[in-house]
Nanobody, 120 residues
Framework: QVQLVESGGGLVQAGGSLRLSCAASGRTFSRDVMGWYRQAPGKEREFVASINWSGDNTYYTRSAKGRFTISRDSAKDTVYLQMNSLQPEDTAVYYC?????????????WGQGTQVTVSS
């Protein structure tokens, strides 16, 4: 059974940092794009960042660029999201996504989500 398990969420003050992790099991995603999405209360799930299989190419939504860094350890099938300079508008449930080889397509696998809350 394929599983994506996120960790690292929590409560942080504005300007603080958090590092999210997503560990995959059940199959390897070493050749797939891995990414992060988020969903704030009352809003649709939105793309945050993704990384290709080799780690050479990364993609960010405009609000994440310059503050967030996505990385991966393909040997461990794990993807990370380092989030700095967090703001209250970053508050959301963050989901890991994997299973696509195309950076423009959403993968079929999702994690259960990890809550990130940024207080002002």
């Amino acid at each position: 059974q394929v599983q994506l398990v996120e960790s690292g969420g929590g409560l942080v003050q504005a300007g603080g940092s958090l590092r999210l992790s997503c560990a995959a099991s059940g199959r390897t995603f070493s050749r797939d794009v891995m990414g992060w999405y988020r969903q704030a209360p009352g809003k649709e799930r939105e793309f945050v960042a993704s990384i290709n299989w080799s780690g050479d190419n990364t993609y960010y939504t405009r609000s994440a660029k310059g503050r967030f860094t996505i990385s991966r350890d393909s040997a461990k099938d794990t993807v990370y999201l380092q989030m700095n300079s967090l703001q209250p508008e970053d508050t959301a449930v963050y989901y890991c996504n994997a299973g696509s080889r195309d950076p423009g397509r959403v993968g079929k696998y999702w994690g259960q989500g990890t809550q990130v809350t940024v207080s002002s």
